[in-house]
């Protein structure tokens, strides 16, 4: 037993970490007859309003709202785009310093430049997804850092609760 009190699961978390397989009984030589499936005639009913996000087995219920998903790709835009930018117009601006003579320019402090400010991006990325606030009525702060410190600490008991227990 956990002496952690339980987190505030949110709507697109699922439930359970593993969804459990029915096991299938043994085949036999009768069986290996190919069978073609018989198509489900009946149409699917489909939930639409409050009602859709309750069910367990609807996808919807366990996807990202369409709000938090806006919300991470704008700041993922900002986070990941900026420093990708930069990294592209370092060889540009390099280009120019070199063929105008303005002064000597290292190709390893080009490549060191141009690696950090991808690196950056790719950090970035991760930072834009973190730093969204995953609830959907709370839009967050403009930096996200108390959103990211609250989603990286779900992101590390998630890890944590799924490690097998030795």
Do not use: H
């Not at 002064?103 to 991760?126: E, I, Y």
């Not at 990211?148 to 097998?164: C, D, I, L, Q, V």
């Amino acid at each position: 037993m956990s002496s952690e009190p339980p987190t505030q699961r949110l709507p697109f978390e699922p439930a359970s970490n593993r969804k459990k397989t029915p096991k299938k009984p043994p085949e036999t030589d009768a069986k290996l007859v190919t069978e073609e499936p018989k198509p489900d005639k009946q149409p699917k009913a489909t939930k639409t309003g409050p009602q859709a996000r309750s069910s367990k087995t609807d996808p919807q219920a366990q996807s990202i709202p369409e709000v938090v998903s806006k919300r991470m790709i704008s700041r993922i835009a900002v986070f990941c785009g900026v420093p990708t930018i930069l990294g592209i117009s370092t060889f540009f601006i390099s280009y120019l310093i070199v063929s105008k003579g303005l002064f000597d320019l290292p190709n390893t402090a080009v490549l060191l430049v141009s690696m950090g400010c991808f690196g950056l991006g790719v950090l970035g990325l991760s930072y834009g997804v973190l730093s969204a606030s995953w609830d959907e009525d709370n839009s967050g702060s403009t930096l996200g850092w108390e959103e990211f410190n609250t989603n990286f600490g779900r992101m590390r008991e998630a890890w944590r609760a799924g490690k097998p227990k030795s």
